[in-house]
């Protein structure tokens, strides 16, 4: 069983950049694509972006690619999300999970996901 924690989550000031982190509690997480999705208030959870851990291959959401960046520290076995630039639009609970699925195809479906976090709230509002 992989548990998966997120921070880094707050408020923060529109036109701040915010870097949040998974870090998981086995390092079996290295054999598994890591996921952010993230929900705001009254909407349905939307899928940001996946990264393969073997390759650091990456593949985002049509919606928010060249906005956000994923990237691995492999000796921490972490799993980072970042964005510069806030606007209050990206106020929601960031969730990380794991899925042994890759591709565009598949990486935006969250039924695929076997590991959630408990998610990480980011309020952006000056």
């Known amino acids: 069983q992989v548990q998966l924690v997120e921070s880094g989550g707050g408020l923060v000031q529109p036109g701040d950049s915010l870097r949040l982190s998974c870090t998981a509690s086995?390092?079996?997480?290295?054999?598994?694509?890591a996921g952010w999705f993230r929900q705001s208030p009254g909407k349905a959870r939307e899928f940001v972006g996946a990264i393969r851990w073997t390759d650091g291959d990456t593949v985002y959401a049509d919606s928010v690619k060249g906005l956000f960046t994923i990237s691995i520290d492999d000796a921490k076995n972490t799993v980072y999300l970042q964005k510069d630039s806030l606007n209050p639009e990206d106020t929601a609970v960031y969730y990380c999970?794991?899925?042994?699925?890759?591709?565009?195809?598949?990486?935006?479906?969250?039924?695929?996901?076997?590991?959630w976090g408990q998610g990480t709230q980011v309020t952006v509002s000056s």
């Open positions: 999970a794991a899925t042994k699925a890759f591709g565009r195809n598949y990486v935006p479906n969250a039924a695929l996901y076997v590991y």
């Open positions: 086995e390092r079996t997480f290295n054999t598994y694509s």
